[in-house]
């Protein structure tokens, strides 16, 4: 009995020492622990990159020739009127001739411009005006012959003398000398597609030739000539062409009346008598004449030299083309001029004249007011009117120093 309790005391204290060394153990544990606060650390934010934009040469869109074919033109902002005076003029001048020809100009240029083509295309050949002959029709016209025809009129010694040239496709050249006859040399080109058609190129166009005392009318016929409103013939419909250059030699007292349309310049020299000269497609010259009349042509120059000072009113006009006028020392006339993409120059002192007033014209409600668009200036004392009108293209006024 007393054994068996000792064995449970020796248990006893083993088990108190044990738990002292686990309670003292577990203190320890507990005191050196140290606690640890985990914060969650966000992801690194990607970089931002600030896009780079690149930005190169700008190029202009290259802008190609622009061509003018169009019927109507539109408003057009019209530059200073530069009128450069080779002669001492006063100030005065300038400021009176540097003046602006309209600040705005509106459909009534259409109506101007007009005149000066159905002026100068006669309603029997304005079927034929707009025909442009190229290589690829000269291709086609594989047959082609060619003929000089030479003939002389008589003319009266005294009355009045006309020499009439009604042309469509060549050149006129008229020379004035000491003859009392009209001499005249024509060569003809015909040009076909096939020898068929050339023989009837020889028979459908004439040169049909009249004369009534002392007035001469030389005029190229064919079916180009067509008589309809709204007739639409090119030469090449028919499968020919034909081509009439005119060489004439006329007495010097004589008035001209001459045109031509197209593949054909126009020259008269020489001649004291009054003149109308037409063109379409070439230019004009004309070189030592007296008289009056008009000079017109629509794509090319206008070149005029006076023997003697027109006595009458005259005009000369061209649309894409400059004017060229050359006068006597005594020159005295009044001038009217207008251009739209040229200068003026005088070898002349001029005198400004005043500007002529809008004028009104009342169409129902409306009123349209019309400006006078030429600049006029006088030359000595004035006298008659000289009219210079073109598109493009300088006008001169010179002096024939011979």
């Known amino acids: ?41 966000p992801p690194p934010l990607p970089s931002i990159v600030s896009p780079v934009i690149h930005v190169g040469q700008i190029a202009p869109p290259e802008i190609g020739p622009i061509t003018i074919t169009a019927p109507e033109i539109g408003p057009i902002s019209v530059p200073d009127l530069n009128l450069e005076i080779n002669s001492d003029l006063n100030s005065e001048l300038n400021s009176n001739l540097n003046v602006q020809l309209n600040s705005e100009l509106n459909s009534e240029l259409n109506q101007n411009l007009a005149p000066a083509i159905s002026e100068t295309i006669t309603p029997t050949v304005a079927a034929v005006a707009d025909v442009a002959v190229n290589a690829a029709e000269d291709d086609d016209f594989r047959a082609s012959d060619q003929e000089t025809i030479q003939k002389s009129f008589a003319m009266p010694a005294s009355g009045p003398k006309s020499l009439d040239i009604d042309n469509v496709w060549g050149s006129i050249e008229v020379s004035a000398d000491a003859t009392d006859k009209v001499e005249m040399t024509v060569v003809r080109t015909n040009r076909a597609e096939s020898k068929d058609k050339l023989e009837k190129a020889k028979k459908e166009v004439t040169l049909d030739i009249s004369q009534d005392g002392g007035a001469l009318k030389l005029y190229v016929n064919g079916p180009f000539r067509c008589q309809c409103d709204d007739c639409r013939r090119s030469r090449d419909d028919d499968g020919y062409a034909v081509k009439m250059d005119f060489q004439v030699h006329v ?48 794509n090319g120059p206008v070149k005029v030299s006076f023997r003697q000072n027109p006595k009458e009113n005259s005009d000369f006009k061209t649309i894409n083309g400059s004017v060229e006028l050359t006068f006597a020392r005594d020159l005295s006339a009044d001038f009217r001029f207008k251009t739209f993409n040229g200068a003026i120059y005088s070898d002349f002192p001029v005198t400004a004249m005043p500007l002529h007033p809008m004028e009104a014209e009342h169409r129902g409600a409306k009123v349209i007011y019309r400006a006078d668009r030429f600049t006029e200036a006088r030359v000595n004392a004035g006298g008659p009117q000289i009219q210079i009108e073109n598109l493009n293209g300088d006008i001169r006024i010179l002096e024939n120093h011979e």
């Open 251 to 298: 007495p010097k007292d004589i008035d001209v009346h001459i045109k031509t349309v197209n593949e054909g310049h126009v020259r008269v020299r020489g001649t004291n008598g009054d003149f109308s000269v037409r063109n379409v497609n070439g230019d004009i010259e004309m070189d030592n004449i007296s008289g009056s009349g008009t000079a017109r042509t629509v």
């Open 1 to 41: 009995m007393a054994s068996a309790r000792k064995r449970f005391g020796i248990i006893l204290a083993a088990y108190a020492v044990g738990g002292v060394f686990l309670v003292s153990f577990c203190a320890r544990k507990i005191a050196g622990q140290q606690v640890e606060v985990k914060v969650p650390v």
